[in-house]
T-cell receptor, first 115, second 113 residues
Framework: DTGVSQDPRHKITKRGQNVTFRCDPI?????LYWYRQTLGQGPEFLTY????????KSRLLSDRFSAERPKGSFSTLEIQRTEQGDSAMYLC?????????????FGPGTRLTVT | AQSVAQPEDQVNVAEGNPLTVKCTYS??????LFWYVQYPNRGLQFLLK??????LVKGSYGFEAEFNKSQTSFHLKKPSALVSDSALYFC???????????FGTGTRLQVTL
């Protein structure tokens, strides 16, 4: 399978704990995006990378959130001191911008439940 | 700021009938428009896009969409609906910088026999 993969698929944590999610993009893709989706809503942009450089962060990405993409390959999204409002589906996507194709390909998501 | 509106929470259609899922957008500059479909417990799947050129674009699974600049719309269409088309459909826009997508709230399509 050469699609975008995310791990874990589900995470249940207690309020106040830290969690980390991983995303592996399609191998030749140079851009990687994180989105958050809550029930009944469309995905909301969080941040994106061009190779290893983080180019934009949404205001939704509070100081408790941090994302990295070391070596321009996989990416991690960490949430510190989780709150119940962090419960959502976290989606990762990738694209190869230089081809001018623009469409983003999404992974299956990580569903976070904060109790 | 860019935005997308999907005015219908749900669209119901009988199998074999044509379907339309509506989308309007607001963006500064030329819009890059996309449709995605989401099945239960699965990620978003890309259906089709409009970047430039012909206003009618064709995509996966027999879907097509018509770009209308004067009405700022990008409605998704299919001539003959299938029960297997039942899913959640999202319209999205970006400005051609390959940066963030802005999504609508989604429209649930229900196709019945």
């Amino acid at each position: 399978d050469t699609g975008v993969s995310q791990d874990p698929r589900h995470k249940i944590t207690k309020r106040g704990q830290n969690v980390t999610f991983r995303c592996d993009p399609i191998s030749e893709h140079n851009r990687l995006y994180w989105y958050r989706q809550t029930l009944g809503q469309g995905p909301e942009f969080l941040t994106y990378f061009q190779n290893e450089a983080q180019l934009e962060k949404s205001r939704l990405l509070s100081d408790r959130f941090s994302a990295e993409r070391p070596k321009g390959s996989f990416s991690t999204l960490e949430i510190q001191r989780t709150e119940q409002g962090d419960s959502a589906m976290y989606l990762c996507a990738s694209s190869f911008v230089d081809r001018g194709s623009y469409e983003q390909y999404f992974g299956p998501g990580t569903r976070l439940t904060v109790t | 700021a860019q935005s997308v509106a999907q005015p219908e929470d749900q669209v119901n259609v009988a199998e074999g009938n044509p379907l339309t899922v509506k989308c309007t957008y607001s963006v500064s500059g030329n819009p890059y428009l996309f449709w995605y479909v989401q099945y239960p417990n699965r990620g978003l799947q890309f259906l089709l896009k409009y970047i430039t050129g012909d206003n009618l674009v064709k995509g996966s699974y027999g879907f097509e969409a018509e770009f209308n600049k004067s009405q700022t719309s990008f409605h998704l269409k299919k001539p003959s609906a299938l029960v297997s088309d039942s899913a959640l459909y999202f319209c999205a826009v970006e400005t051609g910088t390959a940066s963030k997508l802005t999504f609508g709230t989604g429209t649930r399509l229900q196709v019945t026999l």
